[in-house]
């Protein structure tokens, strides 16, 4: 699974620390997605913790997703990726997810772009307002790929474009 697919679906996920001589039974613990990981390359699970379980929740109605990764050459790291969930209800848009990665130092979520969207009829003004506010969630710095403001640019473009394909696949039952 992408991080950023994880992000945006709010998944929760299931860890055991391994088991000391004198502890008969694993520790298990359970925590959310947005806590997982804390800068890049670092999660805050412990050496002796290992992940066990993702439990994605279902949507509530229909529903569509869409991925879209900018990346030099096929397999590279992304330069920007973005993700994003809409489900939908009685027409409008009744929960959105959107995450982010390379563009920070961890994967994040657009959370006021994903408050922006819940309620909203899917048209192209919602879309290009989510996509400003989620090019103002990130936080991509200049290197090699690009410039930040290339970057926040790529953002606002992917998340318009996902969120329409989202909504094409939620309104075709899935098979878009």
Same mark, same amino acid.
């Given at each position: ?10 998944? *929760? ?15 298990? /613990? /359970? ?14 699970? !412990? ?5 066990? *379980? ?9 529903? %569509? %997703? !869409?991925?879209l990764?900018? /990346?030099?050459?096929?397999? $590279?790291?992304?330069?920007? @990726? ?7 209800? #009685? ?14 130092p961890? #994967? ?5 772009a /994903?408050?922006?969207?819940? %309620?909203? *009829?899917?048209?192209?003004? @919602?879309f290009? #307002? ?15 790929? %690009?410039? @930040? ?5 790529v953002? $606002?473009?992917?998340v318009?474009r996902?969120?329409?394909? !989202? ?10």
């Amino acid at each position: 699974m992408r991080p950023p697919v994880a992000v945006e679906s709010g998944s *929760e996920l299931e860890f055991e620390s391994s088991p000391r001589e004198e502890i008969l039974v694993p520790d298990e /613990e /359970e925590i959310g997605i947005d806590e997982l990981m804390v800068d890049t390359f670092t999660s805050s699970l !412990a050496p002796t913790e290992v992940m066990t *379980e993702v439990r994605i929740p279902s949507p509530s109605g229909p529903s %569509g %997703g !869409a991925y879209l990764k900018l /990346e030099r050459k096929v397999g $590279d790291f992304a330069t920007v @990726a973005v993700a994003v969930h809409v489900v939908m209800s #009685n027409g409008t848009i009744g929960t959105a997810g959107i995450g982010l990665t390379a563009v920070g130092p961890t #994967n994040l979520r657009a959370n006021e772009a /994903e408050e922006s969207l819940a %309620g909203a *009829e899917p048209s192209e003004e @919602a879309f290009a #307002n989510a996509g400003r506010l989620a090019a103002c969630a990130a936080s991509p710095v200049d290197d090699q790929r %690009g410039s @930040a403001a290339y970057k926040r640019n790529v953002v $606002d473009v992917f998340v318009q474009r996902g969120l329409a394909r !989202a909504v094409e696949i939620a309104r075709s039952g899935g098979r878009a």
